[in-house]
């Protein structure tokens, strides 16, 4: 690619890993080939992971460091090009430890960041984990850490009850009218999935002033603390990688 298409404060991103999961979220890594200005020559050469949507940046949210509520998010365009050109805004250097398809998950593990965000009274408590995709087993990792009580975890509803958080990341009718079944009085569910599954309830099944909420996205401060749990050590993230690809198959799958 022609370095002279690079806008004001673009960097060029060569890719040297993707990962998808279903259409939950992508991202990608690779390392910084040129920039538009000198003002972002110290990122040329540099491994780099890469938010993959921006904000306006004048709006409320924007301005609050809420850029996932941004009406006017805007998506880097991947079509399986073997550059990019991306605001150098969006590029974060990772150092040695972090591997590039580490680097390139990080776009998931910000999610599990963020809906592990919400349950604000977590310590000491008990919580359950709807769903067997890698942001379930995030969720898990991140709420030990954040030192909840016992953790359950499964694709459906477990025999555990009187929870105070549950997360689903399935988005079914089954797991959301068990999951009201299982939380306590003040309990609250969490959404990971949004979809137009009908859940008819009754309003008595939010007695106890149970709470349903949901977690949209991720800000970019989640994705930097994300940066720095996998960086530290604190977040395995190896674990959640099904499959790793050739470069080949990946641009088949992108079609
Ligand atoms: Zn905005």
Redo the contacts with the bound molecule.
């Keep these: 690619m022609n370095t002279a298409l690079l806008k004001e404060r673009e960097v060029m991103v060569k890719v040297r890993s993707r990962v998808s999961e279903k259409e939950l979220a992508y991202g990608f890594s690779g390392v910084v080939t040129a920039s538009c200005t000198g003002l972002d020559e110290a990122l040329v050469g540099k491994r780099v992971a890469v938010i993959t949507y921006r904000?306006?940046?004048?709006?409320?949210?924007?301005?609050a460091g809420r850029?996932n509520?941004?009406?006017?998010?805007r998506w880097i365009r991947d079509k399986g090009e073997e550059e990019l050109r991306i605001p150098a805004s969006m590029v974060y250097p990772i150092p040695d430890q972090v591997s590039d398809e580490v680097a390139a998950a990080l776009n998931f593990v910000s999610l599990a960041v963020s809906a592990v965000g919400k349950a604000k009274e977590v310590l000491g408590e008990d919580v359950l984990v709807i769903g067997d995709g890698g942001v379930s087993l995030l969720l898990v990792q991140l709420l030990k850490l954040a030192g909840a009580g016992q953790v359950f975890h499964g694709p459906e509803s477990t025999d555990c009850r009187d929870v105070k958080y549950i997360f689903d990341c399935v988005g079914e009718t089954g797991t959301q009218k068990k999951a009201l079944a299982l939380l306590k009085q003040r309990g609250t569910l969490i959404n990971l999935v949004n979809n137009r599954t009908e859940v008819p309830i009754q309003l008595l099944d939010l007695n106890g002033e149970k709470e349903i909420t949901s977690s949209t996205g991720s800000p970019h401060k989640d994705f930097r603390r994300a940066l720095r749990l996998v960086a530290s050590g604190q977040l395995q993230v190896d674990t959640i990688v099904d499959r790793k690809i050739g470069w080949e198959e990946c641009m088949m799958e992108i079609g």
Excluded: F
Aim: include cysteine; aromatic fraction near 6%.
């Design positions: 904000g306006c940046e004048i709006c409320e949210y924007c301005r850029e509520l941004c009406d006017s998010k």
